[in-house]
C-alpha cells in the first residue's frame, strides 16, 4: 500500500492551495490529491459556479450589517477580510513570480467593486459605511456619491430609466474578478509536477479509517470501478458539499452534531455584447428580507474563459443535494445521524423565515427574477437574459450550548484531536480567502513544521502581509501598500 504525507480530498480551491503552500514549505512531503470528477475544479470553484469576486469587504455591505454604540456603521469586518484577500492575492503573486503558475489574466482581474442602494433608509446605512470604512487606509482610496450622474459614469446601467428615488453608491477601482477554478487547476498541475506527489480524477474517496500514524483512505476508480487503499499521516477533506459525509465516515469525535444544510443558487445571464460592454464593475446591494447574507443580489462583470458576460443573482434555491455535479437527492436524509438530527430540526423550526425565502425563491416566476434585476438595472429586458445553475452552498449546521443550534454563514474548520484530519465545512466568504483558512489548516496540522525558523521566513517570503490585520501604523501601512502594489504587478492587475 502507497505510504504518503499527505492525501488532499478534492480538487477544488482549497486543496489546490493548501497542496501548494505544504509543498513549497516542505518540498519533501509526499502528497496525492482525489478528485471525484474527470476534470478539476468542477464544483463550486469552479467559474459559472460562483460570483468570482475577489471579496475583500470594498462593497459587500451584507458584512457590515451592525451599527456601534456612536449609531455609526461598524466596518471591523470589512477591514479583516481586506487582509485575509491580500493573502491570497500575496500567495499567487509569489507562484506567478516562482513559475509554480502562469498568465495570470486567466484568473484574476481588475474590475471596480461599487455598492449601491437605493431609498432613503439604506442611502443612510451607505453613508455611514463610507463614513466607517474610508477612516481606514485601505479603504482610502474609495469614493461615495448620492449624485445619480456620477453613479451613472460609474455604471452607467445603474441609472438609465430609474426614476427620482434617493440613491447612493461607494466606489472602488481596484477590485477583482477571480476564476476561483483556473487558479485551482493551475496550482494542482504543478503539485502534481512535483516529486513524490500526484493527483488524480475520476477517484472518488469512498471511505476512511485510521490507521497506526495517520489514515487508510479508500478510492474507487470510477472508470473502472477499481478499488485501492491509500495510507497517509494526514488528510484534508477539501471536499466541498461532500466534506460532511466524509467527515461522517471517518467517524470522528468533533464531527458530532454539526449538520450540513444546502442551498442551491442561479443566475441570470446576459452575453450581448452591447449590454456586457456598458458595464465593468461588481455591483453589490442590500440583501432583500430574509435573505441569508450569500444571496444578497449583485450584478456582476464576469471574465470566464476569455469571455465576458454579465452575471445577476444568486438567486437562492431549495435542494436536497450536497455537490451540484456529483451529488444525489439523498444527500440530506443521508447525513442526518443520531446525533444531529435533533438540531437539524430544531435550526428548521428556529429559521423558518429562511426556510420560507427558500422556497419562495425556488418558485418564483422568470417575472419576479426580473423584477429584483429592474432594481439594480431597470431597464433590463426579459429576452436578454437566460438562468442558469450555479454552484450549492452547505452551510454548517452546529449545535450550540444550551442553543437550538444555529446555521453557520462562514466557514468552519473541523479538526479532529490528534489533528491528523481537518476538513472545512460551510461557504462564505469562501475562495477569496482561502490562504487565510488553509493556513489554519496547516499551523494546526503541522505544527512542528512551522515551528522551523526557517520555514517561517520563507512563509514571510511568500505572503509578506501576513502579519498585517487591522493596523493603521503608519509604517506598517506603507510596508503593507509597497507589498500589495508588487503583488498586483505580478497578477498583471496593474499595466
Ligand atoms: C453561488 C455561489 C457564489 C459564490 N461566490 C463567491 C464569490 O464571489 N467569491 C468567493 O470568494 N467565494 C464565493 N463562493 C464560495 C466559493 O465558491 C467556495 O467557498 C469555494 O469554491 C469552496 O472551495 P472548496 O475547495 O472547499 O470546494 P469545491 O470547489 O466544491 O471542491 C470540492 C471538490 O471535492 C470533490 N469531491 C467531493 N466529494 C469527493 C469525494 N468523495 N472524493 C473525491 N472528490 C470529491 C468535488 O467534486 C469538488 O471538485 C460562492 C459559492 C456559491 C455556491
Keep these: ?124 446605512f451607505l453613508r455611514s459605511r463610507y463614513k466607517g470604512m474610508s477612516k481606514h487606509p485601505f479603504f482610502s482610496s474609495m469614493q461615495y456619491s448620492e449624485d445619480p450622474e456620477q453613479i451613472r459614469k460609474w455604471a452607467p446601467l445603474l441609472i438609465e430609466g430609474r426614476g427620482d428615488q434617493p440613491v ?66 494526514f488528510v484534508f477533506i477539501g471536499a466541498g458539499g461532500g466534506s460532511l459525509p466524509l467527515l461522517q465516515k471517518a467517524g470522528v469525535d468533533e464531527i458530532r452534531g454539526y449538520g450540513g444544510f444546502p442551498i442551491g443558487g442561479q443566475w441570470l445571464i446576459c452575453e450581448k455584447p452591447e449590454i456586457v460592454e456598458r458595464h465593468h464593475a461588481k455591483v453589490y446591494g442590500l ?22 458576460a454579465l452575471l445577476f443573482g444568486p438567486y437562492a434555491a431549495w435542494t436536497t443535494k450536497f455537490l451540484h455535479r456529483g451529488g444525489s437527492f439523498f444527500d440530506l436524509p443521508g447525513s442526518i445521524k443520531f446525533h444531529n438530527w435533533l438540531t437539524l430540526l430544531k435550526v428548521g423550526i428556529s429559521n423558518l423565515p429562511l426556510v420560507g425565502y427558500l422556497i419562495q425563491q425556488g418558485l418564483q416566476s422568470m417575472n419576479t427574477r426580473l423584477k429584483e434585476l429592474r432594481n439594480f438595472y431597470p431597464d433590463a429586458k426579459a429576452e436578454d437574459w437566460k438562468l442558469i445553475d450555479a454552484g450549492i452552498r452547505v452551510q454548517a449546521i452546529k449545535k450550540e450550548d444550551g442553543d437550538a443550534g444555529i ?54 517570503e511568500m505572503i509578506p502581509t501576513l502579519d498585517v490585520h487591522s493596523t493603521t501604523n503608519s509604517e506598517k501601512i506603507a510596508a503593507f501598500e509597497k507589498d500589495s502594489l508588487s503583488a498586483e504587478e505580478a497578477l498583471s492587475l496593474r499595466k
Excluded at 176 to 192: A, C, M, P, Q, Y
Excluded at 429 to 453: D, M, Q, T, W
Aim: some cysteine; charged content about 25%; aromatic content about 8%.
Design 407 to 460: 446555521v453557520h454563514f462562514g466557514t468552519e474548520v473541523v479538526t479532529s484531536e490528534d489533528r491528523s484530519i481537518s476538513a472545512l465545512l460551510g461557504a462564505s466568504p469562501g475562495a477569496s480567502v482561502c490562504v487565510n483558512i488553509v493556513l489554519e489548516v496547516a499551523r494546526k496540522c503541522f505544527g512542528e513544521l512551522f515551528a522551523k525558523e526557517d520555514v517561517q521566513k520563507k512563509l514571510l
Design 1 to 124: 500500500m502507497d505510504e504518503l504525507d499527505v492525501i488532499l480530498i478534492g480538487s477544488g480551491v482549497m486543496s489546490a492551495n493548501l497542496g501548494g503552500l505544504l509543498k513549497q514549505l516542505d518540498p519533501e512531503l509526499r502528497i496525492e490529491l482525489y478528485e471525484v470528477t474527470k476534470e478539476l475544479s468542477q464544483e463550486s470553484s469552479n467559474g459559472w459556479n460562483n460570483a468570482g469576486t475577489g471579496h475583500a469587504g470594498i462593497c459587500e455591505v451584507a458584512y457590515t450589517p451592525d451599527r456601534g454604540e456612536d449609531g455609526e456603521i461598524k466596518v471591523d469586518k470589512a477591514i479583516e477580510i481586506f487582509a485575509e484577500f491580500e493573502q491570497t492575492k500575496q500567495f499567487w503573486a509569489y507562484a506567478v513570480r516562482t513559475g509554480m503558475i502562469d498568465k495570470p489574466s486567466e484568473f484574476i482581474n481588475q474590475v471596480p467593486h461599487i455598492s449601491f442602494v437605493y431609498g432613503q433608509e439604506q442611502v443612510d
Design 287 to 308: 440583501s432583500p428580507g430574509a435573505a441569508p447574507t450569500m444571496a444578497v443580489p449583485h450584478l456582476d462583470s464576469r471574465v470566464l474563459e476569455g469571455k465576458q
Design 168 to 233: 447612493a453608491a461607494t466606489f472602488m477601482e481596484a477590485g477583482t474578478d477571480v476564476n476561483f477554478g483556473e487558479v485551482s487547476r493551475k496550482l494542482i498541475h504543478w503539485l502534481g509536477e512535483q516529486g513524490g506527489c500526484a493527483y488524480h480524477v475520476e477517484t472518488r474517496v469512498t471511505d476512511l479509517n485510521r490507521s497506526n500514524d495517520g489514515w487508510e483512505v479508500t478510492i474507487k476508480n470510477m472508470a473502472d470501478g477499481t478499488i485501492r487503499q491509500k495510507r497517509a499521516k
